[in-house]
């Protein structure tokens, strides 16, 4: 565990807290080194969530370290984002409390993304001189430009309902931390290698020409039918009875 996230590892699912209250879980150098170290401690869960301790999921950028050229350097930032999107199993971010700048684009890297109905965003990079820059990255996976042009260009803050009506998030609750729960299950509940390949389409189907798409997805359905799981899974069915997934050995 390090002074600033730690890591809950409970059956399948791991849970990774952000907790440098004292900066609002500013994206300090140390914060963003153990996001990368929990996430190193989460390989092989089925689900990991990223939640945060303190009224603010994440502030954004740690300004006054960024005042220092030689502190200077997106690239840790960028990993983190990228891991987020590429890990096999789903990630979730958990958000209780208002998040900022760079922690919009923290948020907007994991593929779902539940949040408390009274919180606040603002994407506030241009009021200090600066552009959303790296999270335009997943930002733009996600909301049409034309939808966030205006937050991006102005700073203004948005709501949970115009995020979720953007689909900038996936869940608005009363109760995230019960949401949370009820989703993980139902993530567990499905065949392993048919959840990390879903997770996979969805990310690189919209980006193929139609047929390149039809090839390609009919290749992984013949796959997945024949697959231990996919046999496991209908017997399953037929039989009213819940699947047993195989484990690799």
Known sequence: MGEFVTVDLVGARATITLDA???RNALS???LRELDESLDAAVGARVIVLRHEGPVFCSGADLKERADPSKVDAGPMVRVMQRLMDVDCPTIAAVNGAAMAGGIGLMASCDLVVVADTVTFALTEVRIGVAPAVISVPILRRVPASLIAAA???GEPFD???ALDW???THVTDDVDSTVNRVCEMVIAGAPKAVAATKRLLREVPRLDRDA???SMQSLSDELFTSPEG???MA???EKRPPVWPTEH
């Open 21 to 23: 209250q004292h900066n």
């Open 29 to 31: 150098q140390q914060l």
């Open 152 to 154: 991006m260009l102005t």
């Open 160 to 162: 949970a309902a115009k």
């Open 167 to 169: 689909g900038l998030i």
């Open 213 to 215: 798409g039809f090839d």
């Open 231 to 233: 046999v496991e899974g």
């Open 236 to 238: 399953a069915f037929r």
